[in-house]
């Protein structure tokens, strides 16, 4: 099957790679759709060490082509969504509610990380039963990929961030991530929402998912515009959608005293 | 001044009363908008024990008329809504997080309860700095007054109910607590609220305030549809405004395995 | 091999079965040490309704004997000690914190309910490698057994009641669970644990895992000897070890406002 | 009366002033203990910026001298204790929870910061309700007096670490604070406290106080033996208790994935 790839850091190009074989409780996916993550453009770049022929992506929907023995939920010919995060559900981590951190420090994630990615005609998933989603069918592949990492991540950060109804949000941040950490919010029943950014078009996409307000970090401090518009209370939430120091830093200071800075990600998006 | 109170269990009836004077923490509110609850009916009934001349009423608003010497947040002629629970805030159980606990079991709940409620012309309100809300130049009276109780308390109930975006919620009765937890699911982002009713009119509002199907018990058991309407799976979240041990328990049968069942209120409403 | 069976309700008694085998996740252990819970003569009596020649037992330690393709953290001559609870880590349930619940309510539970128990030489464990626990080598089999239930939920009843550090703490029942209980309480820094208990050598037995006080419910009701021993407050926790209505009743009322009453367990032991 | 002051940034000495006055809520104290906090020392050196011929100080016991008017709970001659965190538990902060946020960040810190602090021969006490506690006559001043900062704010970091039974600590820094925070572990029932510090002295004491190994981070870096000692683990909590950034992220290095790593104090001890 063909795969893209990072060759080495700084290399990327397409190669054969064999179709790869479930193990008791795995399952392999027939990739429909996939999406491509900053992450994957970072790790390229040498973000997380070096690679070698490494097929990148972290983001697919597909059809299950074979599973395991041991597998019971799923069955070939099911349209499936895979999140992003596939941990080892059994781990002591995940046993102690942090599956993200399975085995390691941020060890479910598995995807171009740790195994092959799934920018190829099949791609491998791990403990299937509980790291696969049924796609409803009235929602196309499309609009299902979606929901891999940038919706699931995005609204997580709106749900952890423990926003009042009526409360005042700002997310750090309009990135593909911090777009649904807006949305999320809405969602939340937030009666103010800041979104934090400067390219004009992520902007007024930003609007367009839920922003009551936009403050352009590139023409002023974020801070001054989030006091100003909470009566120099600051936000009850502040939802930090980049992953770089000084944009914690910003959401730590524009978060009232007692409010909750958050981190819908921790990766450049 | 007039005053509508409950002379002994089961009777009622207007009196004239002193206009009561502010401690130094205190304030007096000239009252401008009231509500009736059901708990004002259960007090007549004897719910809460005997009383003699107890001024009935939680739910009002007013403008401040008198404060006393240390009040610094408020001052008189400021528009405010009071809230049914008027905590003292030092107490230790309010320091620990119950607010309502404070000093006793529901010790928060003060008015037409340990005190003179405010179905009068004037009443008064304890630590006037935290138990006072100015009300928005912009929101008449009529609305704010639904802010003491009914809002306040269906909301938490949402709040608390720890629902999930896109989770399913069942709210037990719809009366004013009910449907205002209602709206409050929709507004936390569920995606199936189902709210149980009876009574035809209600089920109505239920759908207005954002119910997206009804149960109604009186034709059939409400465990049967809400299970389902949810594929056998019972709901992420059950929320209970009615205050029976019957529907306590039916909340606990409807809720998944791992899902929340709570109360939004304690008293029939 | 031999086993030790509830042949029907009221029946019990000894009979041949096969050597069970693992499946690819599983382990086959065999039995070193097992104890009998008063859940087993519950559920012989008729308590989970009828089963036909089930192997009792839910309590055992014992050496891995065989294990499936998939098992990679433990190994046959493995020494080890058998959750009560053996989850389907995957289920959503249990991937929402929940495991207990996996599959159905209390479906973590399934040794002698769902499927054949540990009285028996040989018995079978799902999802071995996170159902497992190896033992040290300074620990015998005898001091093991122990932690598969009376400790593991004692203990945890004590964790979950979330005592302050010099806190009040009240254990209704002072059999296996409650004596655990008590002693989590002493681990956890409680100031005054009060155990509640009628049966002289189980109220010695409290004094000796740590109780201060000791209240006896045969001779006067259970909430004033309490009330009087915390200056009429009530405990900041009660840990219900009994699973009886009533004393699901007594913990809320010896309780202070803002207090936790939770469940160490929910069936007498 | 003669108080202990910072005239300017560098400078202390005594001056004369006039007993303080209570208000309505308000407590006068006679001073009969008082300690000093390394946080007086970081303060004259210019830490919390210019202040002039502020009372320094904010652990003290004493007798209450004069109450307020609307002072309930307390009365001249109680022996008290007064937490160095005297916060108003009406401010929205406090009620959402975070007393100590009340007002301001960390607004709830008044003593010898907003106002005159307790080395005086008498200091104010706001709120004297909510912000003193009688001490009982078996406790003598001379130990009463670090119930104000440093057992509490250790104890808290062990409460708020939520440290399993049995689970593995490493507690950051060994002065005052972090030598109660190992007392505070050792209460809460950890089975492994590694004490962090290069003073032998403290080593000393921490061995005391509860820890059951020493790490000294002069010879070592200290994640390299606190991993050794939990086998490659890192601990279930990390309590710092020192306050410098590189000691924050010393604690998120030694904490397991899914961890704790929390704050005992901020500033150093």
């Known amino acids: 099957m063909k795969a893209f790839v990072m060759r080495e850091i700084g290399q990327v190009g397409f190669m054969d790679k064999p179709v790869p074989k479930p193990g008791p409780n795995d399952a392999v996916i027939k990739t429909t759709r996939a999406l491509i993550c900053t992450s994957d453009s970072h790790t390229v770049h040498g973000g997380i060490g070096p690679r070698e022929n490494l097929t990148l992506g972290h983001e697919a929907v597909g059809v299950v082509h074979e599973i395991g023995s041991a597998v019971e939920v799923f069955k ?3 349209r499936v969504v895979v999140g992003a995060i596939t941990p080892d559900w059994g781990d002591p981590a995940a046993q102690g509610g942090h599956a993200s951190q399975s085995g ?6 598995t995807f171009s990380n740790t195994k092959d990615g799934i920018f190829a005609e099949y791609f491998h998933v791990n403990d299937a039963d509980a790291n696969l989603a049924r796609i409803p069918d009235e ?19 709106a749900e952890h961030g423990n926003i009042p109804i009526g409360g005042t949000v700002a997310v750090l941040a309009q990135g593909p991530v911090g777009l649904m950490a807006t949305a999320g919010a809405r969602l939340r029943g937030a009666g ?4 934090i950014e400067s390219v ?3 902007q007024k996409l930003s609007q367009t998912y839920g ?4 403050a352009d970090f590139s023409k002023e401090d974020e801070v001054e515009p989030v006091l100003e518009l909470t009566d ?12 770089a120091d000084v944009t914690f830093q910003a959401a730590i200071k ?5 409010g909750i800075s958050n981190a819908g990600t921790s990766t450049r998006r």
């Open 76 to 78: 070939p010919g099911d």
């Open 104 to 109: 390691a420090p941020l060890g479910g994630w």
């Open 139 to 157: 929602v196309p592949d499309d609009m299902a990929v979606y929901c891999c990492d940038m919706l699931s991540t995005g609204l997580m950060g």
């Open 192 to 195: 103010l929402i800041i979104g």
């Open 200 to 202: 004009p078009d992520r």
């Open 211 to 214: 922003a009551d307000e936009i």
């Open 232 to 243: 120099g209370d600051g936000v009850d939430t502040a939802i930090e959608a980049l992953g």
């Open 254 to 258: 524009i978060t009232k005293p007692g």
